[in-house]
Each structure stands twice: as structure tokens, then as C-alpha cells.
């Protein structure tokens, strides 16, 4: 199965820069994270998304051409900031995976996928 | 049956159908006679009604593939279930031996972490105990659509988010959440255990029955056998905890010849069995403390000082404001209700508790304070009647003694 794991964090806690003190140890987690996925079969794909303040919304309606809005379309305390797309045996394995990423706040929703045109 | 057939074809819900189906048939089919192994009967009846619907979704899925190929491309699960059905055409002999684990694989799933408590406690009720959605929507006191709804809604997620029906990796963890399910299914019944509730259901021996059926397919677990004595320890005294209008009685008031002793007795071998893995855990520790209660042969003989060491230990373990309650109620026995109500007042976040102001009340009428005000905020929380009704015998009793001992104040002043 596959399933997507979507992360959303507080975007206003500081975040690391380039050159800043530990932030090769914090990149190092993420891609040994990656790796792992990678080596264990689960990778299917993921992103580290430009936070929302760079977000341009589309409001749809029907026979309508979509209102564009600046910013995202709700103000929550966390903001939805990446993904992977994994590959698992079933939904224990594809929490354990989960558990295993880097993060110390925030929050993960996993989802199966019902349907991915692309698929194999 | 049910958690077999589940494993066989992949598919909790079907399975849930084919059995229900098994059973009506068998409601006209048996008329005649019963078969000499109805499990098997049952068994065979279930198991052809999903390998009839396999064939039927296979076809329907044929049809849909030739009409609309790039919706079903890769859809083959309707085959791999066929092929797990027809595997088992030989196979006819049932009994409960033959179960395996996967009564313990159902259960698990039920109280997966991922399904909310209550779902939890529906799925658990239904489909591992067995009862008729109206049985666990009246042992609720739920409208039955509700429950029903609860239950539609959970077998979904199973199949749609792929919960898998074996045993997990992290087993010691998800028996913790299996464990609290099965408590929160006996307190339910335990603390429901009134005149009014007479007509609902046993969850007290549904919860026993389950519990022991963990202890039996999980014989390493001491905290399985833990929970089992802790339960049987509270079963045995039950019947003494109300009175037969259905008013509570203290554990300190109770008759003790009506208490069970054979269920103490059995209480006491699994307690003794649970510690010797030496592996203690939380259940343990309430089921020796429930153990105290049970084996004094009177109010008096009940060995407070120890309780109240246990309680120390058991928040250690599980920290909770309600734990801190019950060792303040220790040490109130122990060393007198002020000491108790020292305790008590260092306690923050059990505001909301009636047990909380109950307690206080209790501790403050028995130190000659002024109580009536304890139980009013008591009386406020609670929802359950024979609480109610003895809070409001207390309150009554307390605001007495209070307007009594203010006339003795004001004619001493005016004296």
C-alpha cells in the first residue's frame, strides 16, 4: 500500500540556517531519514514545501474563474509543510516509519492513498 | 469464527455480514435439529456465503473492467480473496483449538490505537464479544443507529486505511491499549450497576470473559492476569455494593458474607500467578491493593498503612490525580481523616471530580468540619443515580449536623 504522510509544524519556531551551529546535524537527520526509506523499499517521493507566507490560494466556485488570494487559506497554529509518499506493508508499518522522522513538535497525518494515476 | 474468516479472506466486514447471514439461516435451518458441531456448521455456512459473494464481486469486477479498464487496472485484490477461499473448500473440521491466535489478532485490531476510545469499546464489544449491536447500544445507552454508525464507520477505516489483522511488532504497547479497553468495558458495567440498570447487559462478566480469553493467548503477560485478579476482586463484591433499591453502600458499611468467596479465591491464585513473573505493572499493583479489601475479614482489619504505600507506588508507575485521591483516602484510614485532608489540598486538577468533593466532604464531616458545601459541589458532577442519591442522604445529613452545632454556637455566644 502506500500511504502519504503529511507533516505540518509551527512555522513561527526558528528555524536552523545554513552555517548556523547545528545545522548539519539537523540536515544530517533528514537524509539519513531519506536513506533509510530509500534502502528499506518505502521511498516513493517528498517534499520540504517554501513556507505559507509564499502561498497563493484559489478560492473555486462553480462556472467561476477561481479567486486568487494571497496567503494560505486558513490561519492555524501549525501549517502544513511537507510530505513523503510512502510505500508499506500496512498502516503499523507506515506509523513505525512515521515515528522514526526527525521532528520534536508538529504533528503527522498519514493517509493511505486511494488511487495515484501514476502508480505502477 | 469471526476473527478466522477475517484472516482467511481479508476482509472484517464481509466477514461480519457471512457470519450474521450464518446465524439467520441457522434460526430456520436448525428447527429440525441441531448439528452435532454447530461451530462448524456455522463455520462452513459463513464461509460459502463469502465465497459466493468473492465469486459475485470477481464478476461484477470482470464486467467493470471491460467497461471501464483504467479504473481496475490494478485492482486484484477480489482474486487474491478467491483464491484464499477456495483454498479452503477441504477444510470443514472447527473447534476452538483450531482458533490460533487470531481471537487475540481480532481483539488487537479492535483496540487499535488508531480508532478513537469509544470505537475502540464498540468494535470490542461487537465483533470480539460478540454481542448484537442492540446489546452494546442498550449497555450504552445509545440510540442503536448510533452504535451501528460507529461500527460501519470503523470497519471502513480498517479496510480503507489498511489496518492489519497480526500481531504487531510493538505487542507489549498495544496490549496496554487492548487492557485499558477491556478495564474501561468492566468500570462501565461496574459503576452502571444499578436498580435502574437491571435490563443492561453484563459488561462486568463480558469484560471478565474477554480478559481471560488475553490471559489464556497471552500467558507471559502478567499485567494480562494482573487486570483479570483486579477485576474478579471487584466482581466478587459487587453484589454487596448496592443495596436492592440500588443505593451504594461503602465498602466500610458492606456485609461481607455476601461477598463471593470461590471468585476472591480464583482473584487471589491469579494475582499470586501474575506476580511471580516478576514484572509488575499497574494493574498489578490495584489488584493487590483490591486484593487488601477483599481478604479483611472486616472494616477494621483492612491494612491501611499498606494501601497506602501501594497507592505511592501506583502513582509512581501512572502519575494521576486520582491515584493521589485514593492514597489520601488511605492515609485518612490510616492515620485520621486530617492527615487525609492534608493530602487532599495539595491536589490540583481534580476540580471537575465529583469523587474529588465527595471525598473532601467525607473527610471534612468525619474531622467535625463543615462538609454540607463538599457534597452540593459533589452532587453538581455526578450523573449516576446511586451516586446522587447518597450524596444527597450526606448532604442532608452533614447541613444538619451544621445548622445543630451553629444553635449550640449561638446559645452558647448568647449564653
Redesign the interface.
Request: proline fraction near 17%.
Given at each position: 500500500m502506500e500511504f502519504m504522510i503529511l507533516i505540518h509544524g509551527d512555522e513561527s519556531s526558528p528555524r536552523l540556517a545554513p552555517g548556523d551551529p547545528g545545522f548539519d546535524e539537523f540536515m544530517g537527520s533528514w537524509m539519513a531519514y531519506n536513506q533509510m526509506l530509500i534502502e528499506g523499499g518505502h521511498w516513493v517521493s517528498g517534499a520540504n514545501l517554501a513556507p505559507t507566507s509564499s502561498a497563493t490560494t484559489l478560492r473555486c466556485s462553480p462556472g467561476q474563474t477561481p479567486e486568487i488570494v494571497d496567503g494560505p487559506f486558513a490561519e492555524t497554529k501549525e501549517q502544513f509543510g511537507g510530505y513523503y509518499l510512502i510505500s508499506a506493508e500496512n498502516l503499523d508499518e507506515a506509523i513505525a516509519l512515521a515515528s522514526k522522522l526527525p521532528m520534536d513538535s508538529g504533528s503527522l497525518e498519514i493517509r493511505p492513498v486511494a488511487f495515484r494515476p501514476d502508480a505502477a | 469464527m469471526l476473527a478466522l474468516l477475517t484472516q482467511r479472506f481479508h476482509d472484517l466486514d464481509a466477514a461480519d455480514d457471512a457470519v450474521q447471514d450464518a446465524l439467520i439461516t441457522a434460526l430456520t435451518a436448525w428447527q429440525s435439529g441441531i448439528p452435532d458441531s454447530p461451530a462448524a456448521w456455522l463455520y462452513t455456512v459463513a464461509r460459502n456465503k463469502l465465497i459466493d459473494q468473492v465469486r459475485r464481486d470477481r464478476a461484477s469486477r470482470r464486467q467493470l473492467h471491460n467497461s471501464a479498464p483504467e479504473l481496475t487496472a490494478?485492482h486484484t485484490t477480489a482474486d487474491t480473496y478467491a483464491d484464499a477461499g477456495t483454498a479452503e473448500e477441504g477444510e470443514l473440521i472447527m473447534d476452538n483449538s483450531s482458533y490460533g491466535d487470531e481471537r487475540l489478532r481480532l481483539l488487537l485490531l479492535c483496540c487499535?490505537p488508531?480508532l478513537d476510545r469509544d470505537t475502540q469499546v464498540a468494535l470490542t464489544l461487537r465483533l470480539a464479544g460478540g454481542l448484537t449491536a442492540a446489546e452494546v447500544a442498550a449497555a450504552y445507552l445509545l440510540p442503536e443507529a448510533t452504535l451501528t454508525q460507529r461500527v460501519v464507520r470503523a470497519k471502513r477505516k480498517i479496510r480503507?486505511?489498511?489496518?492489519?489483522l497480526?500481531i504487531?511488532?510493538?505487542l507489549e504497547e498495544r496490549v496496554g491499549s487492548l487492557l485499558r479497553v477491556l478495564y474501561l468495558i468492566f468500570n462501565e458495567g461496574y459503576l452502571s450497576r444499578g436498580a435502574e440498570h437491571v435490563t443492561r447487559v453484563d459488561l462486568i462478566t463480558e469484560a471478565i470473559r474477554l480478559t481471560r480469553q488475553v490471559v489464556d493467548e497471552l500467558p507471559s503477560s502478567a499485567e494480562a492476569e494482573g487486570l483479570l485478579a483486579l477485576e474478579l476482586y471487584h466482581h466478587a463484591r459487587s453484589g454487596s455494593r448496592v443495596t436492592g433499591l440500588g443505593d451504594l453502600v461503602l465498602l466500610e458499611r458492606q456485609d461481607r458474607s455476601g461477598w463471593n468467596l470461590d471468585v476472591i479465591a480464583e482473584a487471589n491464585a491469579r494475582l499470586h500467578s501474575a506476580m511471580t513473573r516478576m514484572t509488575p505493572g499497574p494493574y498489578q499493583v490495584q489488584a493487590i491493593i483490591a486484593g487488601h479489601h477483599a481478604n479483611a475479614r472486616t472494616a477494621a482489619d483492612t491494612d491501611w498503612g499498606a494501601i497506602a504505600e501501594l497507592y505511592r507506588q501506583l502513582g509512581r508507575m501512572a502519575p494521576n490525580p486520582v491515584v493521589e485521591l485514593n492514597r489520601a483516602v488511605a492515609i485518612a484510614m490510616a492515620d485520621g481523616p486530617l492527615a487525609g485532608l492534608a493530602v487532599l489540598n495539595r491536589l490540583t486538577g481534580l476540580e471537575q471530580y465529583h469523587l474529588f468533593h465527595a471525598t473532601k466532604g467525607e473527610l471534612l464531616a468525619r474531622a467535625g468540619r463543615p462538609a454540607a458545601e463538599s457534597f452540593e459541589r459533589a452532587l453538581q458532577l455526578t450523573s449516576n443515580e446511586a451516586e446522587r442519591r447518597h450524596l444527597e442522604r450526606r448532604r442532608a445529613e452533614t447541613a444538619t449536623a451544621e445548622t445543630a452545632a451553629a444553635e449550640t454556637r449561638a446559645a452558647e455566644t448568647a449564653d
Open positions: - | 490494478h487499535h488508531a480503507e486505511a489498511g489496518m492489519p497480526l504487531p511488532s510493538n
